[in-house]
């Protein structure tokens, strides 16, 4: 399902960035969190009920409807707890690179062997940096930044109040929006700010 930003409000913005936050919740918290969501929808946001009833029907249940994809299968609360990767980035990387070596679309028996051969030594050659402690990709300031404050509020689940946690993960998200303002403010300067850029980013061009 997509949102129309166009016609809405940042208010609306936010509160669907906090239906996505839902991912960095703990798995046997997400029902009761989209109960909330579900509460402010109503509320708030009637034109959201479609697309709540979407939510629910694939990602959350009830009692007595199993989703197509239970929470405990998307949920990434876990993973930054543990600092593992939230994305198949690595893997769509992986098959990229695959694609590049292979140079054609089907390859015969032959040539495929000799580009799998070439790809194991490739990650056997990267495994041997790694236990050496050499860092294979350097990150973005920003993205270091962005990962440190989710996992920050991630940590720091239990001890803040759900909506303040959705809300802040929600103002660390990007999904190619634009907004005249934060999100979550009520300053109304008029200047656009590109969504698609990190939050220390669209700050400075705040200012």
């Not at 936050?21 to 046997?28: D, I, T, Y």
């Not at 249940?61 to 600092?83: E, K």
């Not at 009520?186 to 061009?205: A, G, I, M, N």
Request: net charge positive; charged share 25%; aromatic share 10%.
């Amino acid at each position: 399902m997509t949102l129309d930003i166009e016609k809405n409000s940042s208010a609306l913005i936010l509160f669907y960035r906090k239906c996505c936050a839902l991912a960095f919740v703990p798995s046997h918290m997400i029902g009761f969190s989209f109960k909330e969501l579900s509460r402010e929808a109503r509320d708030n946001f009637p034109e959201m009920n479609n697309f709540m009833k979407y939510l629910k029907e694939t990602y959350v249940g009830d009692l007595y409807n199993t989703p197509m994809l239970p929470p405990a299968f998307w949920s990434v609360h876990n993973r930054v707890i543990q600092n593992q990767p939230r994305t198949n980035n690595a893997v769509e990387s992986w098959n990229r690179r695959l694609n590049s070596t292979s140079r054609v679309i089907h390859p015969y028996f032959f040539k495929f062997t000799e580009i799998i051969l070439k790809q194991q030594q490739f990650t056997e050659d990267n495994i041997e940096l790694r236990i050496s402690g050499n860092h294979l990709r350097k990150q973005k300031k920003d993205t270091v930044m962005l990962d440190q404050r989710i996992q920050t509020l991630v940590a720091n689940f239990s001890e803040m109040d759900l909506n303040d946690f959705l809300r802040g993960i929600a103002n660390n998200m990007s999904h190619g929006l634009k907004t005249k303002r934060p999100l979550d403010s009520d300053d109304s300067d008029d200047k656009e700010v590109d969504d698609t850029q990190p939050v220390t980013k669209r700050q400075k061009l705040m200012n």
